[in-house]
């Protein structure tokens, strides 16, 4: 993406964030088929780019893909023939994948190895995501409005001690109302020890203690070209 297009996306956020001081559903409707964003127009139900956001990432099967226990091609999710620990999670993989299958590029193997990649790809994301495309977003609000602009929107969390997993989720289009957002959060797809196709952010990071509720989880929003 233009570096002038992905300066235009972190001014319009950073100026909707000081414009909104309650929790009201956020006017964000950015194009992701154009080089720079539309005007800000509210919108709280999935768009046409956000239905076809939800196709690519209903075709991959995640619930039966990418499973715990199993080693799997990281691309595929199908299983590699390899042994695995019964514990083996694949959270980034397929966030890797399914970004890959959207034309956008997150850290992923070859590029780091599979192993601990969910805590490389939060570091990533702070340090060399926004030369690549890729912008914070404030909160889970503005998160899920992106993904019903068809906005692949990641959802990240990186462990505090170094020797255990973070986790990575996808935001999915939704027209869950701000009142269910506000108590659970945007609406997510995930590999895991929970692999789910849609379920609320509070349920896929429920295995991260406090992270739902402290806010330790991150959104980064990238545009998708189609």
């Not at 590029?105 to 690549?132: E, F």
């Not at 973070?166 to 289009?173: D, L, S, T």
Request: positive net charge.
């Amino acid at each position: 993406m233009p570096r002038v297009f992905a300066f235009a996306l972190v001014t319009l956020l950073g100026v909707l964030i000081v414009a909104c001081d309650a929790p009201v559903t956020p006017n964000i409707t950015l194009a992701p088929t154009r080089a720079t964003p539309t005007q800000i127009v509210a919108r709280a139900t999935p768009s046409a780019d956000a239905a076809a956001l939800a196709r690519v990432l209903d075709a991959m099967q995640v619930e039966t893909r990418w499973l715990r226990g199993v080693a799997v091609n990281w691309e595929t999710g199908e299983p590699n023939g390899k042994r695995a620990d019964a514990d083996t999670t694949h959270c980034s993989k397929f966030v890797a994948a399914a970004a890959k299958n959207l034309g956008v590029y997150i850290l992923r193997p070859p590029d780091h190895p599979t192993v601990m990649l969910a805590n490389a790809q939060s570091d990533w994301l702070n340090a060399q995501g926004a030369a690549n495309g890729w912008t914070r977003i404030a909160d889970g609000a503005q998160a899920q409005a992106l993904a019903n602009q068809g906005y692949l929107v990641v959802a990240s969390l990186k462990s505090p001690d170094p020797k255990r997993h973070g986790h990575i989720a996808i935001v999915r289009p939704s027209a869950k109302s701000a009142a269910e957002i506000q108590k659970t959060g945007p609406q997510i797809i995930q590999a895991g020890i929970d692999n789910l196709n849609s379920a609320s952010l509070k349920e896929g990071f429920k295995h991260h203690p406090g992270a739902f509720k402290n806010g330790e989880i991150q959104f980064w929003a990238h545009a998708v070209v189609r």
